[in-house]
């Protein structure tokens, strides 16, 4: 696992611009401390920060092909090398190292672009072939690794974080309103390919860019994406077949990505995803598995009883870790320093904690995220599309009644506004009521981000409202979750891997039945319910998540943890807004000049107020704009 960055200019690398190649190189430091390698012609540098995974010996980057001439820097795994090199044997290739690395290398030189087609695992790589006079930037199909790159004059420039970017340019990094403005939404980072700053955009998972050296001309394509199939057509096979099936499945793919020439171990929460990933791994390899959890000491904010009940079931080597409010701050700091970008979630924080304390003695970790995306474990966010449909008279309709206690209104005038409806932190009318300076231009960049979402929801069109929103989750919350993990693992020099995120998992069960993603339990029917609607139905425990997914690994896993509700990485951030945090942060926010140039100091007022914990909610995504508006000088 590394870093890779990559700066173009159609008239010529200058010495400034090998000076920017090292200022972003340095910012990647954490994510390869183990070496540092470039590469120059006369119209690209490429340079690599490895974190040595596989053949630590050999692997060393950018990796040069002595008779082509190609060049590559790559970040990630590709957990089937070992099976792509011997069919490259079979075609005549030689290898002297047994680096993934190498493997990837002449996969290219065999099949051309065709080769990512061949590849299971998590990657971001770039491949400079002077044969074509043609750059190729690649992102792997679910997104867990990230690439970026930032268009200007004359040229492009590429790498794996933000902060890397802004470290390489000469200029001063400008908001993009209708991303920011998807941001106070719903603190994602991103809106499509366009980051919250202009000029700068992310390949999307399952995408590629091709640039032509001698122009300057370069085009984004898609090369996979998850299959969208409607109700109608989808298998129909039978569900416990199908549990054995996904069983095996992911056993074979937790089994696949346990390689490694470094110490391995586990991320354990108190949930099913880890606990389950933690068994499937010692199936694969009958010893101790080292496991890492963390929580807060304060009531209600660690699972630290689940925790050891999952590890005394699963007979793991377990310690804890235990996150203190008095480095909340400082890591929260240190980690938009890192990215470059502002964060997404309280609990990157801890995440990062955890990660810091796992590197002490191992380097790879296994970890659960995914699950919930793919195979269907956000119960309010995705089940409450039933609601909309609902309110359209189908499955019995709903009672008006009903819908006002859980939207404030009966209506919706499309899957759009009910799904951003349940989905932001900052609702849309509120943004063009109190964020007036996002507006005062006369631009409406709330248009932007409707039209991404609608944009979505008319390519899904012939889905089920539900696999619609489970599609969406998977294209923007998981993304959002692995960048997270990526970022907050990868400054503590630690590897994160996925195995829930398999890509032939995820096309499996993307074609399967909504049903075996979630349903009504104790044999309930939804036309009986139309008195209730979805958040009720879930607060009574009336629906089943990851049906598949417990009914493959029952067996697999304590029946506490696998009847245990939900909770998601507690974090006690309301608690501390209303007592620490407030005063620092809150002169934060007032004496920010891009908030107060969105908000009036008395709609600033209004908003925060420590006593009321919505407020805190609110104060989030702004205590992040400033902190990222004052650590990187954007204007």
């Not at 029917?525 to 139905?537: A, C, D, M, T």
């Amino acid at each position: 696992m590394c870093g890779i960055a990559g700066i173009y200019r159609k008239d010529g690398i200058e010495p400034r611009h090998e000076l920017a190649l090292e200022s972003a190189l340095s910012a990647l430091r954490s994510r390869g401390p183990n070496a540092e390698g470039r590469y120059q012609n006369p119209q690209i540098t490429l340079g690599h920060r490895r974190l040595a995974i596989i053949d630590p010996e050999q692997g060393a980057q950018p990796w040069i092909d002595p008779d082509s001439g190609v060049v590559l820097v790559y970040n990630g795994e590709i957990y089937n090398f070992k099976e792509l090199r011997s069919a490259l044997q079979e075609r005549n290739h030689h290898f002297k190292s047994e680096s993934d690395t190498e493997v990837l290398m002449q996969a290219y030189l065999e099949w051309g672009f065709a080769c990512v087609q061949r590849l299971r695992g998590i990657f971001a790589f770039s491949i400079l072939d002077p044969r074509h006079n043609q750059l190729w930037l690649v992102r792997d199909r679910l997104g867990v690794k990230p690439l970026y790159y930032q268009q200007q004059t004359g040229g492009l420039s590429f790498a794996s974080n933000v902060a890397a970017l802004h470290k390489a340019s000469s200029e001063s990094p400008r908001w993009h309103k209708a991303a920011l403005s998807h941001y106070l939404m719903t603190v994602r980072t991103n809106l499509g390919r366009q980051t919250l700053f202009q000029d700068i955009y992310t390949l999307l998972p399952g995408e590629e860019l091709r640039l032509q050296l001698s122009t300057g001309a370069y085009h984004v394509q898609r090369y996979w994406e998850l299959p969208m199939v409607p109700e109608k057509e989808k298998d129909a096979p039978d569900f416990e077949d199908t549990a054995q099936e996904i069983r095996q499945q992911f056993l074979q793919t937790a089994k696949e990505q346990l390689i490694s020439d470094v110490p391995l171990g586990a991320f354990l929460s108190g949930g099913i995803d880890s606990s389950i990933l933690c068994a499937a791994i010692q199936e694969a390899e009958p010893s101790k598995l080292e496991t890492l959890s963390i929580g807060y000491d304060q009531a209600n904010y660690n699972e630290w009883e689940a925790m050891e009940i999952a590890a005394e079931h699963g007979k793991l080597e377990w310690r804890k870790v235990i996150a203190h409010e008095t480095d909340f701050s400082s890591d929260w700091l240190r980690l938009i320093d890192n990215k470059g970008l502002p964060l997404s979630t309280p609990n990157e924080v801890p995440i990062w904690r955890l990660a810091q304390a796992f590197s002490q003695s191992l380097t790879v970790a296994m970890t659960g995220e995914g699950a919930d995306e793919i195979f269907g474990g956000y119960a309010g966010p995705t089940y409450c599309a039933l609601d909309y449909d609902r309110s359209l008279g189908l499955y019995g309709g709903i009672d008006k009644a009903a819908l006002i206690r859980g939207y404030g209104t009966e209506k919706f005038p499309n899957r759009r506004a009910h799904f951003l409806k349940v989905n932001s932190w900052i609702k849309g009318p509120q943004l063009e009521r109190d964020f007036t300076g996002l507006f005062a231009d006369g631009s409406n960049p709330l248009a932007e981000v409707h039209q991404h979402y609608d944009a979505h929801f008319e390519k899904s069109k012939e889905l089920t409202t539900f696999d619609a929103y489970l599609h969406l989750h998977a294209h923007i919350n998981l993304e959002g979750l692995l960048n997270r993990l990526d970022s907050s693992t990868m400054l503590a020099s630690v590897e994160g891997r996925v195995p829930f995120t398999d890509h032939r998992i995820a096309e499996k069960l993307f074609k399967l039945p909504d049903s075996f993603k979630m349903g009504l339990s104790q044999n309930l029917k939804i036309e009986s319910l139309q008195n209730i609607n979805s958040f009720e139905i879930i607060q009574n425990g009336q629906l089943e998540t990851k049906r598949l997914l417990r009914a493959a690994f029952h067996d697999k896993v304590s029946p506490t943890i696998l009847n245990r509700k939900k909770v998601s990485f507690p974090v006690p951030f309301i608690e501390w807004f209303q007592s620490f945090l407030f005063a620092p942060y809150h002169e934060a926010i007032r004496s920010s000049p891009t908030l107060r140039s969105l908000l009036s100091e008395e709609k600033i007022l209004e908003l925060i107020k420590p006593e009321t914990p919505t407020d805190a909610i609110q104060a989030w995504p702004l205590m992040n704009i400033a902190l990222t508006e004052q650590q990187w000088n954007v204007t």
